[in-house]
């Protein structure tokens, strides 16, 4: 991985002709926010930037903080939209509601999860709430939003979505128990919606080559997720960790320099963390089936 000075001035020469329109799934803590944050700086505020999530006060205390162009005529635009992603009907809503005002969208940040060792929870909709929050509402967004970052891409501009987890910490899975209906255990959940997030990615990628899909792990970084994991993992010592603002400059490199057509993994330590056979690259049968499943559960919950 490239030095934290080389990364932020690759990040500085981040001067796009065009309004950037970018969207921050989970953007309102951690490193979503961290991301969010390092975005605004470096395009000085000229941006539309939209936050999704469910803490309004603290999304209003980040936007404030965010700079502010001092002409209006670009049409820069920080806003929230207020949105409890353990619902797919919800995060359903909140993309509908987005696509007709967005002709493009360039990117999209999706970080929102949970950290938990508990047995399987379902929501009301019959998922487990860690798979829908870390997962589904990630991967609808994704699916959802494809038209817009096409449109991005057709104008010539980047379309790269971004996924913040634990690239490189997945497992291996099986194809007729997704949802893990049976054989739960919340660690098994969360290494699959690692898996889960290459896969997509992988088909995704293999359907739409002018995007760019990238799943990252920053490493363990002082976010409120990690300091619940810290209290449940004693060997994880939360005064070690990394902070969110140069955590924001690692994911905000990947954002900005991943190339289109591949699903990137980048580890902790090294790029292209991941590879066959346990993910694959191209449309493989784990892939399209992973893509179906998401679909289904897209269209059932609306």
Excluded at 124 to 135: F, H, I, N, P, Q
Excluded at 159 to 167: I, K, P, Q, R, T
Excluded at 279 to 292: I, P
């Amino acid at each position: 991985m490239p030095s934290l000075p080389a990364v932020q001035s690759s990040n500085a020469s981040f001067k796009p002709s065009y309004l950037p329109v970018a969207v921050f799934l989970g953007g309102t803590s951690g490193i979503g926010h961290g991301t969010a944050e390092a975005f605004a700086r470096y395009t000085g505020g000229n941006a539309h930037i939209i936050l999704i999530g469910r803490n309004a006060s603290a999304a209003t205390s980040i936007l404030s903080s965010f700079p502010k162009p001092t002409s209006t005529e670009s049409g820069w635009k920080h806003e929230f939209i207020e949105c409890d992603v353990s619902l797919i009907k919800n995060v359903n809503a909140t993309v509908a509601s987005l696509l007709p005002r967005l002709p493009r969208v360039n990117f999209l940040v999706c970080s929102c999860g949970i950290f938990s060792f508990d047995d399987r929870k379902e929501t009301s909709e019959g998922l487990d709430l860690k798979l829908a929050v870390t997962y589904y509402a990630r991967a609808v967004s994704m699916v959802k939003l494809l038209p817009a970052l096409e449109a991005a891409a057709k104008a010539g501009q980047p379309a790269s979505v971004l996924n913040v987890l634990a690239a490189g910490h997945g497992s291996t899975i099986e194809l007729g128990n997704l949802g893990l209906k049976d054989g739960y255990t919340g660690m098994r959940s969360m290494q699959e919606c690692v898996t889960y997030v290459n896969l997509l990615h992988v088909e995704l990628s293999a359907h739409h080559p002018t995007l760019a899909f990238t799943h990252t792990y920053p490493g363990f970084i002082d976010t409120p997720i990690a300091r619940i994991a810290a209290k449940l993992t004693p060997s994880w010592d939360i005064t070690k960790a990394g902070n969110i603002t140069d955590a924001g400059e690692f994911t905000l490199y990947a954002l900005l320099t991943a190339a289109p057509g591949k699903a990137h993994t980048k580890g902790e330590t090294s790029d292209d963390a991941e590879k066959p056979p346990v993910y694959g690259y191209g449309s493989s049968e784990e892939s399209r089936a992973m893509l179906e499943h998401t679909e289904e559960v897209m269209n059932t919950n609306v």
